[in-house]
């Protein structure tokens, strides 16, 4: 009996390049289909450039197309969640519809799945073509992570990676985080996990669709998930101002009553002020970021909400804002 494979592919606005992703994807499926009944799922992030209306075409001539339209913006990380959530495969394939993540690693993977590997992330091999600026500003964030979080994260790793049903199922059931940092959870998770090389391809059609801004916000959902060391430090650099302050505070009284002479270093103490209050502002942004990420999961909120879905079985249980409704088995 062959095994079951799903595919989930993430898109936002990628009009140009997606029936060429698709064609490559499908030749590749092609080459597997003895071994593996898959399924091709097309996580639709709110597109505003006609993405969706290809999709639906591609869906109508081929019923192993499935489709999930999201009601609005949602993010990369909750659409990968939602292929999750909507997959109930032996295994499950991840990758970008930009073809930056090259399908034809997919027989590698599974290969590697079938030795028993629950876990099978790629890492990236940059190309000359990859922004300088992106290469640096990559490399200082993950050296920045791994110095201040509890769970290593390989700097070149990508969100292109081959997961079982078991490892589906524990953030089915279990990781239901709002501020979801995928790469982080799957070293954190600890199953066996293997990592293979791949060269970036360059991006002929479309552009990245991450800001600076959302490259930001990743980054900051990292640092909050897997580590506490910034308020640690903020503890940390508290007692070392105060520590300071107490013996400037006693040099002062010193040369106040025994010198009779006052200090006369204005500027000095405009620049303690200044550093003090700043290192403080700092803190503060750092504290209100992780009482942000405790507000997000107060609230609950649903992790994305679902408008529309294509080609799913017509049984699939949806509740009332979108998700897809699980036993507790």
């Given at each position: ?59 109508s001539v081929d019923q192993k197309v499935r489709i999930i339209a999201m009601t609005g913006r949602f993010g990369h990380q909750m659409c990968l969640l939602a292929g999750i959530d909507y997959s109930d495969s032996d295994a499950l394939i991840m990758l970008d519809s930009d073809l930056q993540h090259p399908p034809d690693l997919i027989p590698i993977m599974l290969r590697y799945y079938e030795e028993g590997y629950d876990v099978v992330y790629t890492i990236r091999e940059d190309t000359p073509e990859i922004n300088f600026l992106k290469r640096l500003t990559s490399n200082l ?189």
């Amino acid at each position: 009996m062959k095994k079951t494979l799903t595919i989930v592919s993430p898109v936002y606005n990628e009009c140009e390049v997606i029936k060429v992703f698709y064609t490559e994807l499908r030749n590749v499926i092609d080459e597997i289909e003895d071994s593996y009944d898959s399924v091709i799922c097309f996580v639709v992030d709110h597109s505003t450039d006609g993405t969706l209306d290809v999709l639906r075409e591609i869906a109508s001539v081929d019923q192993k197309v499935r489709i999930i339209a999201m009601t609005g913006r949602f993010g990369h990380q909750m659409c990968l969640l939602a292929g999750i959530d909507y997959s109930d495969s032996d295994a499950l394939i991840m990758l970008d519809s930009d073809l930056q993540h090259p399908p034809d690693l997919i027989p590698i993977m599974l290969r590697y799945y079938e030795e028993g590997y629950d876990v099978v992330y790629t890492i990236r091999e940059d190309t000359p073509e990859i922004n300088f600026l992106k290469r640096l500003t990559s490399n200082l964030f993950y050296r920045a992570i791994n110095l201040i979080s509890q769970v290593p994260i390989n700097e070149k790793a990508a969100d292109f990676r081959l997961i079982s049903r078991r490892v589906a199922k524990v953030f089915q059931k279990h990781i239901r985080e709002r501020n979801l940092f995928l790469r982080g959870f799957f070293g954190w998770m600890g199953f066996k996990s293997i990592a293979i090389p791949f060269r970036v391809r360059k991006r002929n059609l479309g552009k990245s669709k991450y800001s600076f801004s959302r490259l930001l916000r990743f980054g900051l959902n990292g640092v909050i998930s897997f580590s506490k060391r910034p308020l640690q430090a903020a503890v940390l650099t508290g007692v070392a101002f105060a520590i300071i302050g107490f013996l400037i505070a006693i040099i002062t009284t010193i040369q106040y009553f025994f010198l009779n002479s006052f200090p006369s270093g204005w500027t000095t103490l405009v620049i303690l002020i200044s550093v003090l209050s700043g290192t403080q502002l700092i803190f503060l942004g750092i504290i209100g970021e992780y009482i942000g990420a405790i507000f997000d999961e107060v609230k609950a909120r649903p992790h994305y909400i679902v408008d529309e879905l294509i080609n799913f079985e017509p049984e699939t249980p949806i509740d009332e804002i979108g998700h897809k409704v699980r036993s507790k088995d």
